[in-house]
């Protein structure tokens, strides 16, 4: 059967709908709040990555990073030490002491400094830490170190990576109390730091370490993290931190002059800047300013396996690949590894705990040669200046024979308690107005019982004289006590004086003693002096003595009182150390005076003003520099053509009227401007690659935009220009060998 196709219906033709027919409410915004908040929030993350770039001048092989262990005494800084150094590099150092370096992934390095409690010592820490590890008792709360550490740290530039670790949290015996204390001390914590500051916890202590699952935690999140924003203060100074130091004094100097200046050897990572190659001033926290006599490049004594890998390239021997765990390395030049210290040219060896030796068994045959090294050394083993009778450290001092040894510090146990001394005795509450007097009547009423091995001088004092008189009552006969009761009783009678004389004497004289006290300002304030000197109303000489205090020298004088014992009385200081400002330099002023006498100096100087090159001009100096800079200012402005000479003398107080160019000068000067703007431009587009300038930049510039840039591409451009220079810094430096970079 024949099919037959059947014409298909035309498609009608759409309405389309007017302008006037649509509603406007079906398209707008469901939810305009929730718009707003997500435009906010979208915001607000693309503004976090905007910072003022830095320069990045960690190299390729970077050095480790130091993470400081920061707390109070007894917070658990050495336990947690020992529990990382496990963690990471399989070994246990018993007496960890100076930094720790282990190795953390194939390309990362850590170096960890436990941070005394002084001062001085937080702040050197905080100012080359790279993370910090802030341990708090848990069980306490923040103490006075840690508020004193996170001063220093905001006063140096906050680091970003300073994480909280809270310890002692076995103490708790309640769940609900543990759980608010954590609460409460995060809130604290973010409120001194920032918003959204990491908290670990950490346990109780098993077996000298903390518990590994919570170890394993912390040692993740340091291994992971991102290099740190660098510190101003990084970026600007070449710094070091000392892993070991070598006393290479000869030995003749030392015998001849124990107290002769010595030569030691100083090795550790170089961070920051670069240091000079000859003649670099340190600056060694604690000893003062030295010069460094010759510096050398080392080899790495804790290479990654990045670094081995690059190195094997270069050798031919294969490399490793990844870290293996029988392959974590650890650089712990000043602690003990494995009972064996390297210091110097001497060798510490610990001996294991159950080892034991007799000098006289019969086989000895079975004894290796470390064992009979051992017993060697242990057999007459003495320290220097050490005998049978003791150890004595100083020419007619006491001879020690025994040392007490200290407890360990394991932590705290139990919460801290405030340490107030308590009287056991009834007191009176009532004292005398009297400031610093007690009548003897009061003395003997009053009774009250302490710790004599806790008191002070004043009360040691008191219970010397009440043990002195217990003691009398012990006489041999009743003559003894008799004479020793009459000289009591003149003792006390000239005490009674005494203290009734002090008692009147610190009353004399008040107004004078307030004057001299406080009847003046202090000298030597930077303010004043500013103040004296812009005081019409006296002259500089005039203004210097006040602020040295010179003028009221003599009043002083006047009111001092010679009974005073001296206290009162105004020191001399030598005319050397009246030194108003050291930070003013000081100069050679007779040989100022006669450079500056001469007239070629004055010459010199005159050409840095215009007027000078106007004079110059003048005087018929075709001076081709001078025409050039005066060029442009031609072609801007159109004068008249005359000048006046400030600087003349007064002869020639009449102004001089320049000589007009003629039209040749003023072409030839025009052509060479131009040549010299070309190539300019040609040597700017060249540089110019990345099109900031470019033809769509000029005109949006012709029209009218004054932003040049968005707001992401200042930032963008900011950083392809410092990657574009460490590129070219690298391909130069990049042909020259280690030995020529390092000179």
């Known amino acids: 059967m024949e099919q037959l196709h059947k014409p298909h219906r035309k498609s009608k033709e759409k309405k389309q709908q007017s302008t006037s027919e649509r509603n406007p409410k079906a398209f707008a915004f469901a939810r305009p709040g929730k718009l707003q908040r997500q435009a906010a929030r979208s915001s607000d993350i693309k503004e976090k990555r905007f910072h003022v ?35 990471y590099a399989k070994e246990t150092i018993t007496d960890p002491q100076g930094p720790i370096t282990v190795i953390t992934s194939k390309k990362q390095r850590l170096t960890f400094v436990e941070c005394p409690n002084e001062l001085e010592a937080m702040v050197d820490i905080a100012k080359v830490a790279d993370i910090v590890l802030l341990l708090i008792d848990g069980n306490y709360g923040l103490e006075m170190e840690t508020m004193e550490f996170l001063n220093i740290l905001a006063a140096t530039g906050m680091p970003g ?14 769940p609900q109390a543990l759980k608010e204390a954590k609460k409460r001390l995060k809130k604290r914590l973010w409120t001194e730091l920032y918003q959204g500051a990491h908290l670990f916890y950490l346990s109780g202590v098993m077996n000298g370490r903390y518990p590994d699952r919570e170890i394993h935690n912390l040692s993740r999140f340091l291994s992971v993290m991102k290099n740190p924003r660098p510190l101003v203060w990084r970026n600007a100074h070449p710094y070091t931190i000392i892993d070991s130091f070598r006393d290479i004094t000869h030995p003749t100097k030392i015998e001849a002059d124990p107290k002769c200046d010595r030569s030691i050897v100083l090795s550790g990572y170089l961070r920051g800047t670069n240091f000079a190659a000859q003649d670099q001033r340190v600056h060694i926290p604690g000893l003062g300013d030295f010069t460094v006599a010759s510096m050398e490049v080392q080899p790495d004594p804790c290479p990654t396996p990045s670094m081995e890998q690059a190195l094997a390239k270069i050798t031919g021997k294969t490399g490793r690949r990844r870290l293996d765990e029988k392959e974590k390395r650890l650089h712990a030049p000043m602690s003990d590894r494995s009972g064996l210290k390297i210091d110097g040219d001497a060798i510490w060896i610990t001996k294991e705990k ?71 005795g009834d007191v009176d509450e009532d004292m005398d107005d009297d400031e610093g ?26 219970a010397d004289q009440q043990n002195g008189e217990d003691d009398v009552a012990f006489a041999d006969s009743d003559s003894d006590l008799g004479s020793m009761s009459e000289l009591d009783e003149e003792e006390e009678e000239d005490y009674d004086s005494d203290e009734e004389a002090a008692a009147l004497r610190w009353k004399e004289d008040l107004n004078g003693k307030a004057f001299k006290m406080h009847g003046r300002k202090r000298s030597y304030h930077t303010g004043d002096l500013a103040r004296f000197l812009y005081d019409t109303s006296m002259t500089p000489e005039e203004a ?30 030598e005319e050397e150390d009246l030194v108003e400002d050291r930070y003013i330099p000081e100069y050679n002023y007779p040989d100022l005076a006669a450079k500056w006498a001469e007239e070629e100096q004055m010459e010199a100087l005159r050409r840095k003003f215009t007027a000078a090159d106007m004079s110059r001009r003048d005087a018929g100096d075709d001076d081709g520099e001078s025409r050039n800079g005066a060029s442009d200012a031609e072609e801007d402005s159109e004068g008249d053509g005359e000048f006046e000479d400030l600087e003349a003398s007064e002869g020639e107080g009449k102004t001089k009227a320049v000589e007009q160019p003629s039209a ?80």
Do not use: C
């Open 53 to 87: 770039p830095l320069v990045d001048r960690l190299p390729d092989e970077a050095p480790p990073r130091l993470v400081a262990l920061v707390g109070p005494p007894g917070v658990g800084k050495t336990t947690l030490l020992k529990s990382l150094i496990r963690r």
């Open 161 to 174: 990576n300073v994480f909280g670790v809270l310890t002692h949290l076995d103490l708790f015996k309640k």
């Open 354 to 424: 159950g080892f034991t030796f007799d000098r006289d068994a019969e086989d000895d045959e079975d004894r290796g040669e470390g064992e009979e090294m051992i017993i060697g050394l242990q057999g007459e083993r003495r320290l220097l200046g050490q005998t049978d009778e003791g150890l004595q450290l100083f020419q007619g001092g006491e001879t020690i024979k025994d040392v007490p040894q200290e407890e360990e510090n394991t932590g705290r146990k139990t919460q801290r308690k405030a340490r107030v001394a308590e009287r056991e």
């Open 437 to 462: 007097f007690v009548s003897g009547s009061d003395g003997e009423g009053s009774e009250a019982e302490f710790d004599e091995s806790k008191l002070g001088s004043m009360f040691r004092k008191d």
């Open 544 to 573: 210097l003595k006040r602020w040295r205090g010179e003028d009221v020298d003599e009043k002083e004088e006047d009111i001092e009182d010679e009974d005073d014992d001296n206290f009162f009385k105004k020191t001399s200081r």
């Open 664 to 743: 040749e000068d003023i072409e030839a000067e025009r052509e060479k401007n131009a040549r010299r703007k070309e190539e300019l431009r040609q040597r700017f587009e060249e540089e110019d690659r990345d099109g900031f300038l470019n033809d769509k930049a000029n005109a949006r510039h012709e029209a009218g935009d004054v932003q040049e840039f968005g707001e992401d591409d200042w930032y963008d451009a900011q950083k392809a220009m410092i990657q574009k220079q460490l590129d070219i810094n690298k391909e130069e430096y990049g042909e020259l060998d280690e030995r020529q970079r390092s000179a």
